[in-house]
């Protein structure tokens, strides 16, 4: 692939994500959903993929890219990029390299060869680093505290999308023949099941050989009957998303048991010993929650025999983010990584994430104190009994109402 610059991304000319609840974005971490000529949200209920792609926001997108423009909306890409860390705009262009052959670029858009479905917001977990927008779970939980007329019963009204619009399928199997990645989140996706009836399609055309696929997993599902259909594809990645150990993994991820995680990570491992196309990998979101602990989950990460490895950087909502956390929070942290025991590699990545604590702008901690505490209240926990060094660090008292 040959790019017009070192800032180029080829997202924009190749790619489309489809949001839990139906809207369209440029990729999952561009910061505005694509709008029509009037300003409105695009909405899978009622358009296609190729309008989307052919409009006028996506145009001017790619001709900012063109005039060596940093785009607004990819904000997020270039604050990891200023703080030394591989953005999602690099990984791709690494990842795509041997997907995408072109050397010539304009501002029209070329074929669809990347979609990343997120097919609705079905999942069993109410994750604390999610939302309504992401997970059906935790939409029911807001709506039982905040009545069916808040903005939860609209996201969970909204993520049945993929179920409520059949034209969206008998879209994407209009532009099948030319994909050659999917990636599949969530949601949980292995709980989304017409994902598996868009894999069987994919089968029966006979392309799956040619078509790699990737899962972003909670790590709380084992789909038995996926083999028989994951073993025709080129490759399959499966990306579970562990962010710390034990009690402080099930705090985060509530309904999450770790210890079912872990022996559903281990019936992967045997699946993959059994076909070669299956590559595991571990996505670790650094968030306010898990950055003082990240020593052990390193060194958890070491124990397995994970193909790759990818250290995310939570950027919303803002106030659990490394970057905004109080000056207390942010020192002890930053401390605690510098002083870790770790591989080369990972501390080679916790200075580059020390480097991204370092050039936030740090809060005073209210909100995050008062977020801990209202999903503290809700859900009967207590941040203190397994987070201490945090909860000192940002002065969390536990629950006062």
């Known amino acids: 692939m040959k790019i017009p610059h ?36 695009f909405k899978l209920i009622t358009t296609d993929l190729a309008t989307v792609q052919k409009s006028d926001y996506m145009q001017n997108l790619r001709s900012a890219f063109l005039a060596g423009e940093q785009p607004q909306t990819c904000r997020k890409c270039w604050n990891e990029e200023r703080a030394g860390r591989t953005s999602k705009r690099m990984h ?33 977990l109410k994750c604390r680093i999610c939302g309504s927008w992401s997970s059906s779970q935790f939409a029911a939980e807001e709506i039982k505290f905040d009545g069916k007329n808040s903005i939860h019963h609209d996201m969970l009204k ?27 989140t969530g949601g949980e996706p292995f709980m989304i099941k017409e994902h598996f009836e868009l894999l069987d399609t994919i089968v029966d055309l006979g392309i799956a050989d040619r078509v790699e696929i990737h899962y972003n997993t909670n790590g709380t599902q084992y789909p038995e ?28 991820r509530t309904n999450a048991k770790w210890s079912e995680v872990q022996e559903n990570i281990s019936k992967f491992f045997e699946l993959k010993k059994k076909y070669n196309n299956i590559q595991l990998q571990v996505c ?13 989950l390193a060194n958890w990460i070491d124990t397995q025999d994970f193909d790759f490895v990818y250290w995310n950087m939570l950027h919303e909502a803002y106030y659990l983010s490394v970057s905004t956390m109080p000056e207390q929070a942010k020192n002890t942290a930053v401390q605690r990584l510098q002083a870790s025991n770790v591989s080369e590699s ?22 995050l104190r008062m977020k801990v505490e209202d999903l503290d209240w809700r859900r009967g926990t207590d941040l203190r009994n397994h987070h201490s060094e945090l909860a000192t660090a940002i002065e969390y008292n536990g629950v006062t109402r």
């Open 225 to 252: 009957h996926a083999a028989d259909t994951w073993k025709h594809f080129k490759t399959v990645e499966i990306a579970f998303s562990i962010d710390d150990l034990h009690d402080r993994f099930e705090y985060q």
């Open 346 to 367: 990972h501390k080679a990545e916790f200075d580059r994430i020390v480097d991204f604590i370092n050039g936030g702008v740090e809060l005073d901690g209210n909100i």
């Open 6 to 41: 070192d800032k180029f991304c080829v997202l924009p000319w190749i790619s489309l994500e489809t949001s839990p609840i139906g809207t369209v974005r440029p990729c999952c971490l561009a910061e505005e959903e694509i709008k029509d000529e009037l300003g409105n949200k």
């Open 284 to 296: 670790s979101t650094v968030n306010v929650f898990n950055v003082m602990y990240l020593e052990d």
């Open 92 to 124: 791709t262009l690494n990842r795509l390299k041997h997907i995408v052959t072109d050397s010539t670029w304009t501002e029209d858009a070329k074929h669809l060869k990347f979609l990343d479905l997120k097919l609705g917001n079905i999942c069993n």
């Open 158 to 184: 909204d993520g049945a999308w993929p179920r409520e619009n059949s034209n969206f399928w008998n879209d994407i199997n209009t532009l099948i023949d030319e994909i050659s990645y999917i990636e599949f």
